[in-house]
Nanobody, 122 residues
């Protein structure tokens, strides 16, 4: 059974950068999978931010992060990365890595990471 391990969260000032990693273990991420990140703040639904298609690297970005966040992957290491630049206070949330067989969306997630806290101070 696949497991996802996030790393890289923390505290950063507004305008700064962080890079999150999501490493899959237990099985190889095959070409039929998508990997991505959601984020959640207390009292709100989990929001889909970014997706990368494992087969060809095709990506999706939510409008809230487009132009600031970049997702990439290392197929050999079963790892995805989320580079977050120009961070804003409103980016503060718990960030969850997710994996889906097929298109990743809120209704199709096969595995979740435990989440990593990102806090952006003003």
């Amino acid at each position: 059974q696949v497991q996802l391990q996030e790393s890289g969260g923390g505290l950063v000032q507004a305008g700064g950068s962080l890079r999150l990693s999501c490493a899959a273990s237990g099985r190889t991420v095959s070409s039929t999978y998508d990997m991505g990140w959601f984020r959640q703040v207390p009292g709100k639904e989990r929001e889909l931010l970014v997706v990368i298609r494992w087969s060809d690297g095709n990506t999706y970005y939510a409008d809230s992060v487009k132009g600031r966040f970049t997702i990439s992957r290392d197929n050999g290491n079963n790892t995805a990365y989320l580079q977050m630049n120009s961070l804003k206070v409103e980016d503060t949330a718990v960030y969850y890595c997710a994996l889906a067989n097929g298109s990743l969306n809120p209704r199709n997630v096969n595995c979740w990471g435990r989440g990593t806290q990102v806090t952006v101070s003003s």
